[in-house]
């Protein structure tokens, strides 16, 4: 019998289907709002991890500061929230009406001159994006065309997550400082804490990140996506070939951070807070070894491996909380030591041929002899 080779292509639009009809249909079905709640928050973690696979698996930048990212975008969200949430009929207790009640209570009497393009919606939704590409593109710059990679750029955006986290500490009084953004109730008038809301919220968050999925997928498969996976191997042959190299990477990078900014979003409007525990070093590490677990060359795998790392530090932290930061470098460390391709991996090169050769279809017809 022929030997039977199985897609890649293939199996990766089978794990798009399944990933759809898992968090639109089944997950729904079959968990109460508060533990899908908690889901959607697990997916907007999965946009990072999908900009990683684009950054970190195919072109081999890896980013120990996406949190950074992920944060501004929620930021610029919870700007606009915050505002709208702090009307003068609703501050009118506060020494300044109208402004929010972290900024009253720091002695600010006006609101900042960059708070106010935030009253817009429609400003808002393109500062999502927009700020964290506009600090990527200037990082990515600043390193790639001095072709500073590797290990410096990892430890150049640890510490850039570092910074923002104390920058964002240390101005409490323009941006809530430790509590972060809080008591974020209304989207254009339409309550976003009910449950019917939440449910709303999750399926927007569902659609969202299918369309990042696929959009980086168009990304892998053009030719950009093959010229960065060659930049990942081979840069300097590359760069011999004509190509500029930078220009490259701070276009995937930005393009990596902008996606992980849209989960930020995403993230204050189901929780309905931000705060700078999600901007600094051990989110952003996190977020690295949710991309390593599901795969990071597998767009499917990493939001596989993002719903089930962080479905078991829930269950685990319930019970064995001061002991999860262990669990988690453990994890880690086996999944670079025992399958370094994930979950994915451990399918594609590992489940799959067994089940095929099980079926008989991993039988190869016999090699015809070597003429005398």
């Not at 006006?110 to 429609?122: G, H, I, R």
Request: net charge positive.
């Amino acid at each position: 019998m022929p030997a039977v080779r199985t897609d890649s292509r293939t199996l990766e639009l089978i794990g798009f289907a399944l990933v759809a009809v898992t968090i639109l249909l089944v997950l729904p079905l079959l968990l109460d709002i508060f533990r899908l709640n908690l889901v959607g928050k697990y997916l907007t973690y999965a946009f990072v991890a999908v900009g990683l696979v684009l950054c970190w698996g195919h072109t081999g930048i890896l980013s120990l500061g996406q949190g950074v990212f992920f944060g501004l975008g929620g930021y610029c969200m919870a700007a606009f929230l915050k505002l709208e949430a702090s009307s003068v009929a609703n501050t009118k207790i506060q020494s300044t009406p109208g402004i929010p009640d972290f900024m009253d209570w720091n002695q600010i009497t006006e609101l900042p001159f960059f708070w106010v393009p935030f009253k817009s919606f429609s400003f808002t939704l393109i500062a999502v994006v927009a700020v964290p590409a506009i600090m990527a593109f200037i990082l990515s710059v600043a390193m790639f065309k001095r072709r500073v990679g590797g290990v410096y750029f990892a430890i150049i955006t640890q510490a850039l997550a570092a910074v923002m986290t104390i920058l964002i500490i240390g101005r409490q009084g323009y941006t809530g400082g430790i509590n972060g953004i809080t008591d974020l109730r209304t989207l254009l008038g339409w309550d976003i804490r009910p449950d019917s809301a939440k449910y709303v919220l999750y399926f927007v968050c569902c659609f969202l990140l299918l369309g990042t999925m696929f959009l980086a997928r168009f990304v892998t498969l053009s030719k950009l996506g093959r010229i960065l996976v060659a930049v990942r191997d081979k840069e300097d042959r590359v760069r011999f070939s004509g190509y500029d190299v930078a220009n490259f990477k701070i276009f995937v990078f930005c393009l990596a951070s902008a996606i992980a900014a849209l989960g930020g979003a995403m993230f204050t409007l189901q929780v309905g807070f931000m705060s700078p525990s999600f901007v600094g070093i051990v989110p952003s590490i996190e977020m690295v070894i949710f991309c390593a677990v599901g795969g990071r060359h597998s767009l499917v795998g990493a939001v596989v491996g993002t719903l089930l790392v962080n479905w078991g530090k829930t269950l685990f932290s319930e019970s064995f909380p001061e002991l999860w930061l262990f669990a988690m470098g453990g994890l880690f460390i086996a999944v670079v030591l025992a399958f370094p391709r994930g979950l994915a991996g451990l399918v594609t090169d590992q489940l799959i041929p067994r089940l095929m050769s099980l079926g008989g279809f991993g039988r190869r017809a016999p090699s015809p002899a070597p003429a005398e």
